[in-house]
């Protein structure tokens, strides 16, 4: 590990860099979604997500206090630079499958930023405030679709059964804790990822009994590569080609 | 030089109207939170609907643009996350006049209580989200028509 900087940095690209990856991964349904309503439903998730990563990169900015924007990090950064935990990288794959990564998200987005109104950070305790309302708001769409199509016809099913299969071993990712969780739990700032998750777990379990879904046995959980820089998967660098090409064709071009 | 006083700002904050919902102005959001005066610098507050509305940098731009038009030079636009916006901040003349323009205007129970079209009570929820970051869409069973609902957060 090259874990040099200031955890709270780390911690802050962690928070900025799950929300931007998300908020670009949904984005790309965009004028794709099955029928209108989801589309603009998908499209106004994705903007609340980069809303907030705007308000997390800007403060990293300040802390790391290299003069970055919170656009410098997010568009002219490399791939070993991101801090986003694997879920959130993956390809959207189908719609079913695009909604249970959100929902799974979704709840641990809600939990996290609820604890941290509490930050003994005072700038990490406005901006939470402020997104745990979305990050709520989100919980109820995501939910209500998850168990609408799990315990929907048996194709729909099928498919969020196949989605969650696939998706379960990287969602125990939120929860791996590191050095510098450690440290921003000890110092009150961001709760420890261990501390959500027996509430994550019956929050989600009691809405995938509802929806009909089996949660795979876990044989085995992502290791936290993503949260932590050390390895991304190979769909990383095709979503920065497509998120920052603009930049990289025309530095600092602006509107 | 004397200032304007801040009521006179706040005077001419009501009267910019809010770039995606032209029907009610700024001060009927309730996204000012506050005008001040530090030395000759003309200090607006204001705290975002939505984290990531784009609203929010034309907001600024109008909210320089008029108070400039009125001859103030110096102004800081300060943005305020917390206490976070709530739809509780909306004037009660902001609520009518949504109502008016088509679109329902945000209810505690978390839905809209008749159509701002026909007045009709039977109306169902189309998706949690709109043409707005700040809105719903709904139908009426009983004109049949769709309509916007300004979301209660």
């Known amino acids: 590990m090259t874990q040099t900087s200031d955890p709270k940095f780390e911690a802050l690209l962690r928070l900025g860099d799950n929300t931007l990856i998300l908020g670009h991964r949904v984005s790309e349904w965009c004028g794709h979604a099955p029928v209108l309503e989801e589309d603009i439903a998908l499209a106004n998730t994705a903007l609340d997500l980069l809303g907030q990563t705007n308000l997390w990169l800007e403060y990293a900015g300040e802390v790391e206090g290299k003069g970055r924007s919170a656009d410098d990090l997010a568009f002219l950064r490399d791939a070993w630079d991101f801090r986003n935990v694997l879920l959130v990288e993956l390809p959207n794959g189908d719609f079913g499958q695009t909604l249970m990564r959100q929902y799974l998200f979704d709840v641990f987005n809600r939990m996290n930023l609820e604890a941290m109104r509490g930050s003994t950070d005072s700038r990490i305790a406005e901006v939470a405030e402020k997104a745990a309302k979305e990050a709520a708001y989100h919980v109820e769409r995501s939910e209500g679709t998850v168990i609408g199509l799990g315990d929907g016809t048996e194709e729909s099913h099928r498919r969020m059964q196949d989605a969650l299969n696939i998706l379960w071993p990287y969602a125990q990712e939120l929860f791996i804790t590191d050095e510098v969780d450690e440290a921003m739990a000890e110092a009150g700032v961001i709760p420890h990822p261990k501390s959500l998750q027996d509430a994550w777990d019956a929050e989600v379990r009691a809405t995938l009994a509802q929806a009909t879904l089996e949660v795979p046995e876990a044989h085995f959980g992502h290791r936290g590569s993503g949260k932590d820089g050390r390895m991304h998967t190979e769909h990383l660098g095709h979503l920065l080609t497509q998120m920052q090409w603009l930049q990289r064709a025309y530095p600092g071009q602006a509107w | ?153």
Not at chain 2, 30 to 46: A, E, K, N, P, S
Not at chain 2, 52 to 68: F, K, Q, V, W
Request: glycine share 8%; aromatic share 8%; with cysteine.
């Open chain 2, 1 to 153: 030089m004397a200032h304007p006083s801040t009521q006179q700002v706040w005077d001419w904050l009501d009267t910019i109207p809010d770039p995606e919902i032209p029907a009610i102005t700024l001060t009927d959001l309730g996204i000012i939170r506050d005008v001040g005066w530090d030395g000759d610098t003309c200090v607006v507050t204001v705290t975002p609907t939505y984290s990531g509305c784009p609203a929010t940098s034309i907001i600024n731009i109008e909210i320089e643009t008029a108070l400039r038009e009125h001859g103030l030079e110096r102004i800081e636009l300060k943005r305020q996350l917390s206490p976070a916006w709530t739809t509780d901040w909306m004037s009660q003349r902001g609520r009518e006049k949504l109502e008016k323009y088509g679109i329902a205007p945000p209810q505690p129970a978390g839905g809209p209580d008749k159509c701002p079209n026909c007045g009709g009570t039977h109306v169902e929820k189309l998706s949690q989200f709109g043409s707005t970051p700040c809105k719903a869409q709904w139908r009426c069973k009983d004109c049949l028509e769709p309509f916007d609902y300004f979301k209660c957060i």
